[in-house]
């Protein structure tokens, strides 16, 4: 496929955006079915919250924190309207905190690639040099890094790190002062893995997601895991009533209901796993996937994309210039059907795939 032609074609910088899509592609907004976001689309059911609720300023955001270290099994959280609104300060953080102690601000900061994009643009409009490093780039080169910044299961190439490994990573930069984030959004259905108990050590964050595994995007929360000091200092950043009374009121609620989490975790399993089937029987290769999401490298991802929007289809292309050497090849994310109806439609496009 000529590069003109790609450059050409509805390709956003991250999933969702049907609107935009909807106008690029002459299909109304209500014929689509978005696939592109990896967001578990059975959501837990939100209730009618009391009018009250709506009314008063944000005042529980306390109790919510609490109840979110009982379900992350961290020492401390700080809730925030999302976990993109942590990212963009992070930067900030840093500085305020190398400031505070009088230490150097330049830093080279470690990228894993691909990954969610949104770290690259925040440090690099901060002023930071930026290099685009594998896991294993990440080992050999630690010594002059001064941040490193992962996702863990990865987005989208659903790598996934042990905590040996980061407990490593940390500690080799906290010896220069250097920081570790890691970006747990996907980590719900594996908490055995999560590094939140972990995260009150010194130069060590871990950023969670609060819509993507419950389903509730819209409302925006997130919370950030770390030292006590880090938090404050980040509290800072965030000025007042950075978290809607809403959101915390729904939160409080979804995150003591474990019947509920605990049968998703087995739901989510059971249909990513149907999604995996479905590609293979297609002629597609899934590359790996998570209980959110499957990936999938292969040099027709953009054919793939195109035929699939121009039939109302969002899925999330992943171009080369996002990857690093290791993942060299376009890709694309699945992610998971909720209705019968939707997978019908996933499936009757698929046929048609195997003529591209």
């Known amino acids: 496929m000529p590069f003109d ?46 009018q009250t609720v709506w009314q008063k300023l944000p005042d529980q955001v306390d109790e919510l924190e609490s109840i979110a270290c009982d379900y992350y099994k961290s020492s401390y959280a700080l809730a925030v309207a999302g976990s993109q609104m942590a990212i963009q300060l992070l930067p900030k953080l840093y500085q305020a905190v190398l400031s505070r102690q009088a230490l150097k601000q330049a830093a080279t900061v470690a990228v894993l690639s ?15 040099a930026i290099q685009y490093l594998s896991s294993t780039e990440i080992d050999k080169n630690i010594e002059n890094i001064d941040v490193v910044i992962i996702v863990n ?29 890691i970006d747990e959004a996907f980590m719900d259905m594996t908490p055995q893995n999560s590094m939140a108990s972990y ?19 819209g409302i925006r929360l997130g919370f950030v895991l ?61 590359t790996a996937y998570t209980s959110l999401f499957v990936w999938l490298k292969t040099e027709k991802a953009f054919q793939i994309y195109e035929h699939f929007a121009k039939q109302g289809i969002l899925l999330r292309y992943f171009n080369v210039e996002q990857t690093s050497a290791k993942h060299r ?28």
């Open 5 to 50: 032609n790609i450059t050409k074609s509805f390709i956003p910088r991250h999933g969702g955006n049907i609107e935009a899509a909807a106008k690029h592609f002459d299909i109304p907004v209500n014929e689509w079915l978005d696939l592109s976001t990896g967001l578990n689309p059975f959501a837990w059911p939100v209730p009618v919250l009391q």
């Open 114 to 128: 691909p990954s969610y994009s949104e770290y690259e643009r925040s440090w690099r409009e901060a002023g930071y």
């Open 153 to 181: 299961p990865n987005n989208p190439t659903a790598e996934c790190f042990s905590r040996k490994k980061l407990l490593r990573w940390r500690q080799q930069l906290s010896e220069r002062n250097g920081w570790l984030i």
């Open 199 to 217: 995260s009150e050590l010194e130069n060590l964050i871990v950023l969670r997601s609060f819509g993507k595994f419950f389903g509730l995007a």
């Open 226 to 286: 770390a030292s006590s000091d880090l938090l404050a200092e980040l509290k800072k950043l965030l000025g007042p009533w950075a978290v809607s009374a809403p959101a915390i009121e729904i939160a409080k609620q979804a995150l003591v209901d474990s019947q509920w989490q605990q049968k998703t975790i087995v739901h989510l399993k059971t249909n990513v796993e149907r999604l995996v089937k479905t590609l293979k029987a297609s002629g597609l290769k899934p």
């Open 329 to 356: 090849s376009t890709s694309l994310r699945f992610g998971l059907p909720g209705l019968e109806s939707d997978w019908q439609r996933l499936e009757s496009v698929l046929e048609s795939v195997k003529n591209l």
